[in-house]
T-cell receptor, first 114, second 109 residues
Framework: ETGVTQTPRHLVMGMTNKKSLKCEQHLGHNAMYWYKQSAKKPLELMFVYNFKEQTENNSVPSRFSPECPNSSHLFLHLHTLQPEDSALYLC?????????????FGSGTQLSVL | RKEVEQDPGPFNVPEGATVAFNCTYSNSASQSFFWYRQDCRKEPKLLMSVYSSGNEDGRFTAQLNRASQYISLLIRDSKLSDSATYLCVVSTNAGKSTFGDGTTLTVKP
């Protein structure tokens, strides 16, 4: 399935590096999300964008900086990360975030911070 | 208390077995309920939505009890390919989804 695509699939970075995760959805959805999944923890919502406007920031540290230039693209800019930030970062989309709908996920970026 | 609590598992069952997963939620304002399946190192994928009237999709049956704030998933005639982690997801009418920790199922030959 190519409804929601994420790149890169894997990323290893040092604590002083700056990198970006990219997400693109081809489903014509209006909402996009970033989730974090750490080992043995449930998915944690990080950010929500509705019609490219940020509608939720779930107390995420400023070293994670999202960008949504349009309804189809979402980025997560990373800088000065910590080893505990190592996790699977999942992008998702849905038609309308104000309605409780199913989410379509990308395959995720497995991030390791050294 | 967690907003969404699932059976801790893991569940190890033989092929052909029937297995049931339970999930409870604390937010009485929750509006929509889902079961997702997540394979190892892969993204979650929607398995089925859960309705008050209960719904069935082949070997899978989902039930919702709003009064008890309880959701269940029943898998009949388990297949090896059913091995995965099953995630209970609860959403408010603001579209905010909360995921449970997941219950891992291993179906053995």
């Amino acid at each position: 399935e190519t409804g929601v695509t994420q790149t890169p699939r894997h990323l290893v970075m040092g604590m002083t590096n700056k990198k970006s995760l990219k997400c693109e959805q081809h489903l014509g959805h209006n909402a996009m999300y970033w989730y974090k999944q750490s080992a043995k923890k449930p998915l944690e919502l990080m950010f929500v964008y509705n019609f490219k406007e940020q509608t939720e920031n779930n107390s995420v540290p400023s070293r994670f900086s999202p960008e949504c230039p349009n309804s189809s693209h979402l980025f997560l800019h990373l800088h000065t990360l910590q080893p505990e930030d190592s996790a699977l970062y999942l992008c998702a989309s849905s038609q309308d975030p104000t309605v409780s709908e199913k989410l379509f996920f990308g395959s995720g970026t497995q991030l390791s911070v050294l | 208390r967690k907003e969404v609590e699932q059976d801790p598992g893991p569940f190890n069952v033989p092929e052909g077995a029937t297995v049931a997963f339970n999930c409870t939620y604390s937010n009485s304002a929750s509006q929509s309920f889902f079961w997702y399946r997540q394979d190892c190192r892969k993204e979650p994928k929607l398995l089925m939505s859960v309705y008050s009237s209960g719904n069935e999709d082949g070997r899978f049956t989902a039930q919702l009890n709003r009064a008890s704030q309880y959701i269940s998933l029943l898998i009949r005639d388990s297949k090896l390919s059913d091995s995965a982690t099953y995630l209970c997801v609860v959403s408010t009418n603001a579209g905010k989804s909360t995921f449970g920790d997941g219950t891992t199922l291993t179906v053995k030959p």
